[in-house]
C-alpha cells in the first residue's frame, strides 16, 4: 500500500482544546496519522474497527466521523480527499457497528463542537469541492461553492428562458403529462417539484435532462395499492418522489443526514411532518437519509420552514450531481413538459400556460 499523501508537520502538537474535547467524548488518546498506526490499528481490531474518529488537521480544524465497517478505511480516504488540511492526528472511539446510533452520536458531536467554538470541516468547509468531476465543466467549482452558500439566491440569479421542446419530446411527455393535469391535485404536485428545483436542485435551468430528470406516472412497481405519481432523478438515484396509496399521498426526499438539526433529531424533524426512514437505496452512498412526508402539502411547508432540510437535501443533490450525468433509462423517462411546468414557476410564470401548451 503507498504512503499516506499527508505532510506530518516536525514539532506539530494537537490542540489543548481539541485533546480536551476528545477526552471528555470519549474518544483514546491521539495518534499520528500515518501509514503505519492505522494499520497498527486495524490489526487490534481484526481489520473492522467500528465505531467513531476525530481528526484535527495542521491548522487545528477539526472532523467528526463514523464508520460501521472500518474506521481506517475511512480514515484513509479522507488523507486522500481532504489533502488541503493536511490531517496530523486522529482519535478512535470504540462503538458497536449500529448504523442509526453511530449516526445520531455523529451529529450532535458536530453540533456540540460547533457550539464549543472548533472549526468543523464537516460544517465549515460543507461548501469546498473535492476532486473532479464532469460537472465542473457545466457549472465552474466557483459558481457550485457559491450556490451552497445561498442556493434560492443563484438558482432565481440564473433562471433563463427555456430550451424549446422538440416535437418528439413533446409526444414523449404529453399522454402523461395531460393525465398528471387532470388530478385534482395537479397543480399541488408541481408546485412540490418546483419547490425542489428551487432550493434544492443546483442550477436547475442548466442542467435537465443532463443531471436530473422528472417522470410523471411512471410505471414503477410498489406495493400493492400504492403509485407513484411524480419521480425526480439524478445520476441512478431517486431523489424526489411522490407516492399515491391507500392513506393518501406520501412525498420522499434525500438528504445528507450530517446536515439535519442535532438532538432530538427524528423529534424536530416530526415537528415539521418529516419521517426519517435512513438508507433506503444501494446506491444512495454513506450520507443517504431518506425523509417522508405524510402529504404533499406537509412536504411544501416543511421546505418552507426548515433551513437544515434544504441544506441537507441541497447538499446531498450537489454530490449527486458530482457523481455523474443522469443514466440513460432515466433520461429516457424524463418528461420535458412537467420540467418546463416546474420551471416556469421558479421564474413565476404560471403552469396553465404550460398546460395549455400540453393540450
Known amino acids: 500500500m503507498p504512503p499516506l499523501p499527508n505532510h506530518l508537520v516536525e514539532h506539530w502538537r494537537p490542540s489543548h482544546e481539541a485533546a480536551s474535547w476528545a477526552k471528555r467524548n470519549r474518544f483514546g488518546s491521539p495518534i499520528p496519522m500515518t501509514d503505519g498506526r492505522l494499520r497498527a490499528l486495524a490489526r487490534d481490531h481484526e481489520s473492522a474497527p467500528t465505531g467513531l474518529y476525530l481528526w484535527e488537521g495542521v491548522r487545528h480544524e477539526i472532523y467528526v466521523g463514523i464508520s460501521e465497517r472500518s474506521v481506517v478505511t475511512r480514515l484513509r480516504a479522507h488523507v486522500k480527499n481532504y489533502s488541503d488540511a493536511n490531517i496530523q492526528t486522529f482519535w478512535y472511539r470504540p462503538h458497536p457497528a449500529d448504523r442509526t446510533e453511530l449516526r445520531d452520536i455523529e451529529r450532535e458531536l458536530i453540533h456540540d463542537a460547533i457550539r464549543d467554538g472548533f472549526v468543523v470541516y464537516n460544517c465549515e468547509h460543507s461548501s469546498s469541492i473535492y476532486g473532479d468531476s464532469p460537472f465542473d465543466d457545466l457549472v465552474p467549482v466557483d459558481d457550485q461553492v457559491a450556490w451552497c452558500a445561498d442556493p434560492t439566491k443563484v438558482n432565481l440569479a440564473s433562471a433563463h428562458t427555456l430550451q424549446p421542446i422538440s416535437p418528439s419530446e413533446n409526444v414523449r411527455s404529453a399522454p402523461r403529462f395531460t393525465r398528471l393535469l387532470a388530478r385534482d391535485d395537479a397543480d399541488e404536485i408541481i408546485d412540490a417539484v418546483a419547490l425542489y428545483l428551487r432550493a434544492c436542485t443546483p ?29 425526480l432523478n439524478m445520476g441512478m438515484l431517486e431523489m424526489l418522489w411522490i407516492n399515491d396509496g391507500p392513506e393518501g399521498m406520501s412525498v420522499s426526499v434525500g438528504t445528507d443526514y450530517q446536515f439535519l438539526p442535532a438532538r432530538f433529531t427524528a423529534h424536530k424533524l416530526k415537528k415539521v411532518g418529516a419521517r426519517m426512514r435512513g438508507i433506503v437505496h444501494r446506491s444512495g452512498g454513506a450520507n443517504e437519509e431518506v425523509l417522508t412526508f405524510g402529504s404533499v402539502r406537509a ?23 458530482r457523481k455523474g450525468r443522469l443514466s440513460g433509462r432515466y433520461r429516457d423517462a424524463h418528461k420535458a413538459l412537467l420540467a ?11 403552469v396553465d400556460r404550460a398546460a395549455q401548451d400540453a393540450r
Open 203 to 231: 442550477l436547475p435551468f442548466l442542467t435537465p435532462r443532463e443531471y436530473w430528470g422528472v417522470s410523471c406516472l411512471p410505471n414503477t412497481r410498489l406495493d400493492n395499492g400504492y403509485a407513484r405519481v411524480v419521480t
Open 340 to 350: 418546463e411546468a416546474a420551471l416556469t414557476r421558479i421564474g413565476g410564470r404560471s
Open 299 to 321: 412536504f411544501i411547508d416543511a421546505i418552507d420552514r426548515s433551513p437544515d432540510i434544504v441544506s441537507a437535501a441541497g447538499r446531498f443533490a450537489l454530490d449527486r450531481m
